[in-house]
């Protein structure tokens, strides 16, 4: 039985279901077809509420929004867009960027999501790196894209959700497209869908997935949703649908499952989240840690917003056992808790409804998958001790590959699991509680930052000689970039030089990735080859605010 469609209650307990529970993935599998043969005949249902930059609001059906996808598939191919071409897109959320996700999978093509905050050295690499055919992309970003063209020779395409100039095409001329056409028979293993994240070193790597990645997330989705929908459900994230958070945490597996999904055009605020949620009847939302935070602060927001939330999921970090009690006494919502990586993902979480979640704990394995905490050598680490998260590859959410580097995906792998790079303790009930990074990520806001990118752009300022990114602590995005700098010779330490830091790195890289904390130094630690030595850094950084 397909993971959609397992019925949870029959198990009784979480043990039964992980005990009985095993992967059935159909040998062929497309994403697109997997809303379109269920959903895409139903003129009544509605598949998205689109709450509009201008203040209006537009309900589409899954009628609707197949019609609309099949018109975008026709005029992809009709753009010379073939299996196996990566279709970058950088669009609202909203209608069109669903109906390009589903009429790229269709084709079998391969999505390239990108974010609205990416400045445009993150878009020329990533451009670069998987050799993009075309791009579909807002009137905002639109700038960007062609400053960036011309190192761009695979770019052969550009197409504009407006007004295009010369060399460009316009989004709108897909509506004189057919709406007659059939996913192609995709095999379930094969290329859908291409996400950059970062890392630790060098600029952020591609993780391919296959169409076979939305088996992955059907079951879990429903158990960090507490496993009941009903005509009432509403779907609603304001995280990005350029990130896993935003398009295979809610979009995807709600629109395969038939539900309705929010869509907000507008950049998240506390304030307007829960003016979306309470204006479209939201019942399940996902909603990182900081999120959560900043929407504590709002007084009295189940009175003032007509709020019907029910369940909340959560993940990137540990959620406060206060946002927990905040969550069920000011909005009657429970949170389950889940945790996974781009690379692979809903390894382990909580289902309150089957008595499997623990406010600040991860959660549990999730079936399906095999989960542990390892020590260095490979070894199950005793119930306590410190360890990395690990999980058994095979799992369907589980990457391809990093796109083109063979080196970087096998390193992935040791001692037979994947490891995430994650420090974890593990008690004796089998709950594992997240402890952060053993290399030198910066985990901020559900964003996850690489150092390396970073210090790269501020070393193209010429004030900077040298410089070491760390994560400093923070109490509402948990951790934010620090860059602590070696001034060049004749720069001195001010406010100003401070400020255009700052705002280079947020023009260049994007905006959730500059420094909040500059620190001017005389001299930085080095490692034995000569480099700066991030874990000395942060070492010193941690000692001098004890």
Not at 2 to 25: K, P, S
Not at 387 to 398: F, K, S
Not at 454 to 483: F, M, N, Q, T, Y
Request: hydrophobic share 40%.
């Amino acid at each position: 039985m397909r993971a959609g469609e397992v019925d949870l209650d029959a198990f009784g307990t979480y043990d039964a279901l992980v005990e009985g529970f095993q992967w059935d993935i159909p040998e062929r599998l497309n994403i697109a077809a997997e809303v379109f043969d269920r959903w895409g005949q139903d003129r009544g249902r509605v598949a998205l509420y689109v709450e509009r930059g201008d203040g209006r609001r537009d309900v589409w059906s899954y009628w609707e929004l197949t019609r609309l996808s099949k018109r975008y598939a026709n005029y992809l191919l009709g753009l010379g867009i073939e299996r196996g071409d990566r279709v970058a897109l950088v669009l609202d959320q909203g209608a069109e960027l669903a109906a390009m996700h589903l009429g790229i999978y269709s084709i079998g093509a391969i999505a390239l999501p990108m974010s609205h905050l990416y400045g445009p050295d993150t878009y020329r690499h990533i451009l670069q790196d998987s050799q993009a055919k075309a791009i579909v992309v807002s009137p905002g970003q639109a700038g960007t894209i062609r400053s960036i063209r011309p190192d761009l020779p695979s770019l052969v395409t550009m197409v504009v959700n407006g007004e295009p100039e010369d060399g460009e095409q316009a989004l709108g001329d897909a509506s004189n497209e057919s709406t007659q056409c059939e996913p192609v028979p995709t095999l379930s293993n094969e290329p859908a869908l291409l996400v950059y994240t970062s890392g630790s070193s060098g600029h952020p790597k591609g993780a391919l997935h296959a169409h076979r990645i939305i088996e992955g997330y059907l079951l879990t989705f429903r158990l960090f949703f507490n496993l009941h929908f009903d005509e009432s459900t509403v779907f609603y994230t304001p995280s990005d649908w350029a990130w896993v958070g935003g398009l295979l945490d809610i979009l995807l597996p709600a629109l395969v499952l038939g539900y309705p999904v929010v869509a907000d055009e507008r950049r998240f605020t506390a304030e307007r989240s829960f003016e979306v949620m309470g204006r479209n009847g939201v019942t399940h939302a996902f909603l990182t840690p900081t999120a959560l935070k900043m929407m504590a602060q709002v007084s009295s927001a189940k009175t003032r917003f007509d709020l019907d939330l029910r369940v909340i999921a959560s993940g990137g970090e540990s959620v406060a056992d206060e946002l927990h009690g905040w969550a069920g006494q000011e909005l009657n919502a429970v949170v389950n808790e889940f945790y996974g990586l781009t690379e692979v993902n809903h390894l382990i979480g909580g289902c309150e409804a089957l008595g499997s979640g623990r406010p600040g704990w991860m959660g549990l394995p999730y079936p399906g998958r095999i989960v542990a905490v390892l020590d260095e050598a490979g070894e199950q680490v005793s119930d306590g001790e410190v360890g990395e998260v690990a999980v058994r590859p095979g799992d369907p959410t589980q990457m391809i590959e990093y796109w083109g580097k063979p080196d970087a995906t096998a390193a992935r792998v040791r001692h037979g699991w994947i490891m995430t790079g994650d420090q974890a303790v593990r008690d004796a009930e089998g709950y594992i509680r997240y402890l952060g990074r053993d290399d030198d990520m910066v985990s901020s806001a559900g964003y996850r930052i690489g150092p390396a990118e970073v210090e790269e752009c501020l070393l193209r300022h010429p004030a900077v000689s040298e410089v070491g990114v760390i994560p400093a602590p923070d109490k509402a995005r948990g951790e934010v970039v620090k860059a602590v700098i070696v001034l060049a010779k004749g720069f001195q330490p001010s406010g100003d030089l401070t400020t255009e830091l700052q705002q280079q790195v947020k023009t260049q890289l994007a905006a959730y990735k500059y420094p909040r904390i500059v620190e001017f130094v005389e001299e930085l630690p080095k490692t034995t080859t000569g480099k700066v030595n991030r874990k000395q850094l942060a070492a010193q950084a941690r000692a001098s605010r004890a």
